[in-house]
């Protein structure tokens, strides 16, 4: 699999396009008219945006555990002009209020890692139950993540051991979030691979591992390696094959059991 650079001039808005990424995700979710969706674990609200652009009748909550974030989409959301379809609120993912049975489908996108890192594996899959509660009987849990044994370039498998490092932001494997997904009374359905064919160079690289070593402290609370320590165990390595930026994700669909929506 051959990956090209992400030129310097694309670099500072690129993961908001990620090379069409959320798109084509987006476009193969069992979407419906007038669907009411859970954006978990929001960030900035990108995906959010992304599927309220493909309906408008579609309604979406967004959720994030972080004020900034909330803020941060918030803004993201009133940009697009979009602030009548999607509604960024603060709760967190593994204590959720909404009342049972609240949503035809809950969404995330490449979110889980943080809920791992900020609730560990035991927060992921309270998560996960707590999504199968909130669901309609019929609804669908559409989730893409970056399973470590999925990935297929070096460049790929670094962006997962790093950020597994810097910040204990784990993508589980495949394997673990399918038995998730059982527990949880949620059936697999699908699982597609999706793939941009870009990745960082190394100067990107060591940007973006810096701002996460910065901003994670400040934005969760919680303690991130030093940029010195992480380019020590990993930038030789980086200069040699670049690291992966979504690069390739692979995405989850589940559904709950008994009626139709």
């Known amino acids: 699999m051959e ?16 090379n069409g990424l959320r798109n084509r995700i987006a476009a193969d979710l069992p979407l419906r008219s007038g669907t009411r969706i859970l954006d978990l674990a929001t960030g900035d609200g990108h995906f959010a ?3 309220a652009r493909r309906d408008s009748s579609l309604t979406i909550i967004g959720i994030d555990v972080s004020q900034y974030y909330v803020l941060t989409a918030k803004t993201n959301v009133e940009n697009q002009r979009l602030g009548g ?18 949503f035809h489908m809950v969404a995330n996108f490449t979110g889980l890692d943080e809920v791992y890192m900020t609730r560990g ?10 999504v199968s509660r909130i669901l309609k009987p019929g609804g669908y ?28 932001a784990t993508y589980l494997s495949g394997g673990e979030y399918e038995s998730m997904l059982k527990k949880a009374g949620l059936e697999l359905v699908k699982r597609k691979a999706y793939y941009t064919g870009m990745k960082l160079t190394p100067e990107q690289a060591k940007e973006e591992i810096r701002s996460v070593c910065d901003n ?14 992480v380019w020590q165990r990993f930038g030789k390595d980086i200069q040699k094959e670049g690291m992966g930026y979504y690069s390739k994700v692979v995405l ?3 559904r709950k059991a008994n009626k139709t929506i």
């Open 49 to 51: 945006i992304e599927l």
């Open 141 to 168: 849990f559409c989730f893409a993540v970056m399973p470590p044994e999925e990935m297929e370039t070096e460049a790929q498998r670094l962006e997962v051991a790093v950020f597994s490092y810097v910040c204990n």
């Open 3 to 18: 990956e090209a650079y992400i030129s310097d001039r694309d670099y500072p808005i690129y993961f908001s396009k990620l």
């Open 252 to 254: 989850f669909v589940g």
């Open 85 to 102: 379809q999607i509604e960024i609120i603060e709760m967190d993912a593994i204590d959720m209020s909404f009342p049972d049975g609240e």
């Open 121 to 130: 594996k035991g927060g992921v899959n309270t998560a996960f139950v707590e």
């Open 216 to 229: 994670v402290p400040k934005i969760y609370g919680i303690s991130a390696q030093p940029l010195e320590t």
